[in-house]
């Protein structure tokens, strides 16, 4: 806002400037960052974009000025934030972010890789109903069981290899690592966690939730700008096809060695062994 009186009015009208966003949620493609987001929103101190910007990974040339005219108002003391999964396997969005503000916040939402990989096909699935088998995908040659690491199903799940490159620009305390799971099992407790990175009073609490039974996720209560009851949208808790357990156990074994160095350069256990 202006000084004074202006600065006044613009709090009367309720009206602010748009800033660029002070934390970005990164990645990754379905781990949860659309729950995330929705449950963060429902704090006051939070403003956030609803569609994914895709700025700095399809829009970069666009401008800054672009960019920050996507944002929402805010008044002072609160946080613009945005999330487009996809930056977190982008090679150039680290150093692009960090030209931005060295000092923006990042959120990385992971899930095992494993169930994440049968998550993101199943979403290609439910828009091309025409393609290959998850299996015939997984391994590039099945007789030898050597999976097909460039597709992008398996490549995405490769987190330590990801991180290496946005370690190269920020802290690793700069970054925060909520576990897609526990934000499913205990959204409160992750909610709390983001809540202290971002530096925002603990609102959010588990009063805020209930569990749905049938959706197999927990809901709001009420959501942001809302007295209703919010769940997530049908394309969310997608059930899944059934895989065959010697491709899942190929899977776990490729991925282990990849999440063993993950839980060392984050300082997490995430469970998924």
């Avoid at 996809?86 to 972010?97: C, D, G, L, M, N």
């Avoid at 099992?185 to 609102?203: H, N, T």
Wanted: aromatic content about 10%.
């Amino acid at each position: 806002g202006g000084a004074g009186a202006a600065g006044t009015l613009e709090l009367l009208l309720g009206e602010g400037g748009k800033r660029l966003p002070q934390a970005i949620i990164i990645g990754v493609k379905k781990g949860g960052t659309r729950a995330l987001l929705e449950f963060l929103r429902v704090h006051p101190d939070v403003r956030a974009v609803g569609a994914e910007p895709h700025f700095f990974d399809r829009n970069y040339e666009r401008g800054l000025a672009w960019y920050r005219d996507l944002m929402p108002r805010t008044l002072e003391g609160q946080i613009t934030m945005e999330k487009t999964p996809s930056y977190f396997v982008t090679k150039e969005a680290p150093a692009r972010i960090s030209s931005m503000a060295k000092g923006t916040k990042l959120i990385v939402v992971v899930r095992d890789p494993v169930t994440r990989a049968i998550s993101d096909y199943t979403q290609t699935l439910s828009k091309k109903p025409d393609i290959p088998t998850f299996e015939s995908l997984t391994f590039k040659n099945r007789t030898t069981g050597l999976i097909d690491t460039s597709w992008s199903a398996i490549q995405i799940g490769i987190y330590a290899k990801h991180l290496e490159n946005w370690l190269l620009y920020f802290p690793i305390g700069q970054i925060l690592f909520v576990s897609g799971e526990r934000l499913i099992s205990d959204p409160a407790g992750e909610l709390g966690r983001v809540q202290d990175f971002l530096g925002l009073k603990r609102i959010i609490t588990d009063k805020h939730f209930y569990f749905n039974k049938t959706k197999g996720f927990p809901c709001l209560k009420k959501a942001e700008g809302s007295s209703k009851p919010h769940c997530l949208g049908k394309t969310k808790g997608r059930t899944h096809p059934a895989i065959a357990q010697e491709v899942v156990q190929r899977l776990r074994d490729f991925y282990r060695p990849f999440n063993m160095k993950f839980y060392q350069m984050t300082g997490q256990d995430f469970g998924w062994d």
